[in-house]
């Protein structure tokens, strides 16, 4: 079983960055980012496989940037350009096989807390 807790969420103002952290207990086959809006449904980010391929969500395409370090057992989100429309709870997910949809959460078993990220106009 695979445990994971993210980390880096906070408030920044339109246009700023941040940057999330999700460390794993072990490096998984597939890694991905959701996020959730308030009154809103789960929405697929970024994922990426151990083999380095990466999906990304066409509303996040040129501002994000997911990496891992799999020596620390560690997924990134590294997010630019933010806007107010990016403001959700973000999660960390994982699967120790390849997950042929990525950015389709029902594929993934394991799912980190959450933090959240709030962009201000």
């Known amino acids: 079983q695979v445990q994971l807790a993210e980390s880096g969420g906070g408030s920044v103002q339109a246009g700023g960055s941040l940057r999330l952290s999700c460390a794993a207990t072990y490096s998984p086959r597939s890694m991905g980012w959701f996020r959730q809006a308030p009154g809103k449904g789960r929405e697929g980010v970024a994922a990426?496989?151990?083999?380095?391929?990466?999906t990304y969500a066409d509303s996040v395409k040129g501002r994000f940037t997911i990496s891992r370090d799999n020596a620390k057992n560690t997924l990134y989100l590294q997010m630019s350009s933010l806007k107010p429309e990016d403001t959700a709870m973000y999660y960390c997910?994982?699967?120790?096989?390849?997950?042929?949809?990525?950015?389709?959460?029902?594929?993934?078993?394991?799912w980190g807390q959450g933090t959240q990220v709030t962009v201000s106009s």
């Open positions: 990426l496989d151990s083999d380095g391929s990466a």
């Open positions: 997910a994982a699967a120790v096989f390849r997950v042929l949809v990525p950015l389709v959460g029902s594929n993934y078993p394991y």
